[in-house]
């Protein structure tokens, strides 16, 4: 399928063989960003790890110094005396039992992310295979399971997200709409980047981050120059 004449005309603006500093990226990805809504601006990372290894999957949390501008809508599995907690902090969705049995009943998933105190973890094995799939499902390493519950909501209303590779070894993440300033930009960028590196498998050999490629929704991809982060 074609491009557009639109596309054609803003990849002109990239340089395919240039790697970029991660402001000149930024920068240039704004520019490139012309659709007639707002656009968000993605990172695309590709890791060298072995995905035969299980050691050396990649898993972070990080809450992101300005928000991506996308509030995600937050389910909380909770015993009764945590409600409020869980409502107060923002939650959407809150239940226990009744919820669990809601969705095992209909398999519709109404939310973008779960918590769940460590009591309700046994119950929901029960939809385990509904919200797996999706990736929704509470988990310690995502730092959505704990008795804390107004922390793990404010932290995911505020912007908190888990980084992770996929099946090929490449992360993806946005961060941030390109409305949003360019320093702030850069400060998402630099807070995904330092979580990935500082998180990088011990078993992991030879360069870690293969290539790093910027683009907005429906821009050309931007190459980040990998020497510089």
Do not use: W
Request: proline residues 5%; charged residues 30%.
């Amino acid at each position: 399928m074609p491009h557009s004449k639109r596309y054609t005309e803003l990849k002109k603006l990239v340089d395919p063989k240039k790697a970029y500093s991660p402001s000149e990226a930024i920068e240039l990805a704004k520019k490139t960003s012309t659709t007639k809504f707002e656009a968000s601006l993605e990172v695309h990372i590709r890791l060298g790890i072995d995905l035969k290894k299980s050691d050396q999957q990649l898993r972070a949390t990080i809450v992101l110094p300005h928000s991506t501008g996308k509030t995600k809508k937050v389910a909380a599995f909770v015993p009764a005396d945590k409600e409020k907690d869980a409502k107060e902090a923002g939650a959407e969705i809150v239940g226990a039992e009744d919820l669990i049995e809601e969705i095992a009943k209909t398999g519709k998933v109404d939310f973008d992310v779960a918590v769940a105190t460590p009591d309700m973890m046994p119950k929901l094995a029960k939809v385990a295979k509904i919200l797996g799939p999706k990736g929704i499902m509470p988990n310690p390493k995502t730092e959505t399971v704990g008795t804390n519950v107004k922390k793990m909501v404010e932290e995911l209303k505020r912007g908190k997200v888990t980084l992770k590779n996929d099946a090929t070894g490449n992360v993806h993440q946005a961060i941030g709409k390109t409305s949003l300033d360019s320093k702030s930009l850069q400060e998402n960028f630099s807070a995904i980047l330092s979580a990935i590196k500082k998180n990088k498998p011990a078993s992991a050999k030879g360069t870690y981050l293969k290539t790093v490629v910027l683009t907005t929704t429906m821009g050309p991809g931007i190459n980040v120059d990998t020497s510089s982060l």
